[in-house]
Nanobody
């Protein structure tokens, strides 16, 4: 089973930046997709960004232009660079991964999950 461990969360002021990391226990290049999701109190979990093994990426409209997802396969680590943070970005952020191309066709439903890292943005 693949283990995913997130880190890098914290508290920042609006307009600030954070970089989240997700360390995988397997070679990341073997995973068809890896993603970042977030869940705020009272809201359903939503997809934030996805990166596929072919390098293509997709983002939620709410973060497009501000967040960047990337993978360093030499370190087996997924990243989420977050800039121009807003209070509405406050949430628990989770790393996810799919083990088949089939599950990666959709924006949700992943085979592996991390425990999450909290991001809090104050005004």
């Amino acid at each position: 089973q693949v283990q995913l461990v997130e880190s890098g969360g914290g508290s920042v002021q609006a307009g600030g930046s954070l970089r989240l990391s997700c360390a995988a226990s397997t070679y990341t290049y073997t995973l068809p997709c890896m993603d970042w999701f977030r869940e705020a109190p009272g809201k359903e979990r939503e997809g934030v960004a996805t990166i596929r093994s072919n390098g293509t990426t997709s983002y939620a409209d709410s973060v497009k232009g501000r967040f960047t997802i990337s993978i360093d396969n030499s370190k087996n680590t997924l990243y989420l660079h977050m800039n121009s943070l807003k209070p509405e970005d406050t949430a628990m952020y989770y790393c996810g991964a799919g083990r088949t191309f089939g599950v990666c066709r959709g924006p949700a439903g992943r085979d592996y999950w991390g425990q999450g890292t909290q991001v809090t943005v104050s005004s």
